[in-house]
């Protein structure tokens, strides 16, 4: 599975950006897709995923602010950040993995991450 991210940028506190993740290869519809991000001098921590049985789970800190989704192939998931923070800086990668669970430490496959930067 290949993973195409885009959207990063840098925006100012409280909003919002939209980051999008396209998949493509073997299947991709039937994997679970999901967003980590690693802030400057930090390990990378989960964000957000849509597992194929259609489960969605969130970080703590991005509950109520952040909003995963994928569309009606379930090649392409978003992950619509809202009310952003400067803590909310770093490289967001996008990831997929044939599990429905059991990835909170990582994927199977990993794109290229998309730099967000929010300004205070």
């Known amino acids: 599975v290949q993973l195409q991210a885009s959207g990063g940028g840098l925006v100012q506190a409280g909003g919002s950006l939209r980051l999008s993740c396209a998949a493509s290869?073997?299947?991709?519809?039937?994997?679970?897709m999901g967003w980590y991000r690693q802030a400057p001098g930090k390990e990378r921590e989960f964000v957000a995923a849509s597992s194929w049985s259609a489960d969605i789970y969130y970080a703590n800190s991005v509950k109520g602010r952040f909003t995963i989704s994928r569309d009606n192939t379930k090649t392409t998931v978003y992950l619509q950040m809202n009310s952003l923070k400067p803590e909310d800086t770093g490289v967001y990668y996008c990831a997929a993995d044939v599990r429905a669970t059991g990835w909170e430490q990582g994927m199977e496959f990993w794109g290229k991450g998309t730099l967000v930067t929010v300004s205070s």
């Open positions: 290869g073997s299947t991709p519809s039937g994997y679970s």
